[in-house]
């Protein structure tokens, strides 16, 4: 069974959708402003589009067919928030069209979360 899971999160790395492949330009590398994320990640029985498990976050961006689904997204939801995650939905038309906005988001809650996993020294905070 989780060999399945793993299989099919490598799938879903290569074949993510516009939106998908849009954010993860953003996210990747720990280009804002060094918080790690990864994407099409396992959790239990889960696979999440975008995790940083440093914040606890959990970033889903969700498409058309999910507007069919919402009674499932909001117990999944439900679920990774009683494992101790904040999980954030964006439709993909959102990140497409105004990924800034998503972006600080994003920011503003692995902030509020957790501590910078690169903190300045004392010297050097302003």
Same mark, same amino acid.
């Given at each position: 069974?989780?060999?399945?899971?793993?299989?099919?999160?490598? *799938?879903?790395?290569?074949?993510?959708?516009?939106?998908?492949?849009?954010?993860?330009?953003?996210?990747?590398?720990?280009?804002?402003?060094?918080?790690?994320?990864?994407?099409?990640? %396992?959790?239990?029985?889960?696979?999440?589009?975008?995790?940083?498990?440093?914040? *606890?976050?959990?970033?889903?961006?969700?498409?058309?067919?999910?507007? %069919?689904?919402?009674?499932?997204?909001?117990?999944?939801?439900?679920?990774? %928030?009683?494992?101790?995650?904040?999980?954030?939905?964006?439709?993909?038309?959102?990140?497409?069209?105004?990924?800034?906005?998503?972006? %600080?988001?994003?920011?503003?809650?692995?902030?509020?979360?957790?501590?910078?996993?690169?903190?300045?020294?004392? *010297?050097?905070? *302003?």
């Amino acid at each position: 069974m989780k060999r399945l899971h793993v299989d099919r999160a490598r *799938g879903l790395r290569h074949s993510m959708t516009d939106a998908e492949h849009l954010l993860w330009r953003y996210l990747r590398n720990r280009q804002l402003l060094g918080w790690k994320f990864r994407r099409q990640h %396992e959790i239990d029985r889960y696979i999440i589009d975008f995790v940083c498990t440093e914040a *606890g976050l959990i970033v889903e961006l969700d498409g058309g067919q999910h507007a %069919e689904r919402m009674a499932s997204d909001a117990d999944r939801t439900r679920r990774l %928030e009683a494992m101790g995650y904040r999980v954030l939905r964006f439709w993909n038309n959102d990140v497409l069209t105004n990924s800034e906005a998503v972006l %600080e988001v994003i920011l503003e809650a692995v902030a509020s979360a957790a501590p910078h996993p690169s903190p300045l020294p004392k *010297g050097e905070r *302003g």
